[in-house]
């Protein structure tokens, strides 16, 4: 059990990475974007499946918030309450 609510803290915490280096510009040859990219990888097959099913709020003219993010994230953090306490 111990090691399930690990991970989950870890994956959290990439969320989270994830979430910042999505805030600021990164160059194709910086090493921030091979991180970025890897960040991507482990994220991705969670929150593109909710991303088709839930759409992004929308704020003025192109500019969304990723609401699947935050199902995810919440989803987790309940799970951790649940399963870790």
């Not at 090493?31 to 709020?57: G, M, W």
Request: hydrophobic share 55%.
């Amino acid at each position: 059990m111990e090691i399930i609510c690990s991970l989950l803290s870890l994956y959290l915490f990439v969320l989270m990475a994830r979430a910042i280096l999505s805030w600021f510009p990164v160059s194709h040859d910086s090493p921030v974007k091979k991180i970025r990219d890897a960040i991507d990888v482990v994220t991705e097959p969670v929150l593109s499946p909710l991303r088709n099913v839930i759409p992004p709020l929308q704020f003025g003219s192109g500019m969304g918030l990723d609401m699947s993010f935050m199902v995810v994230v919440f989803g987790i953090i309940i799970f951790q309450s649940a399963l870790c306490s």
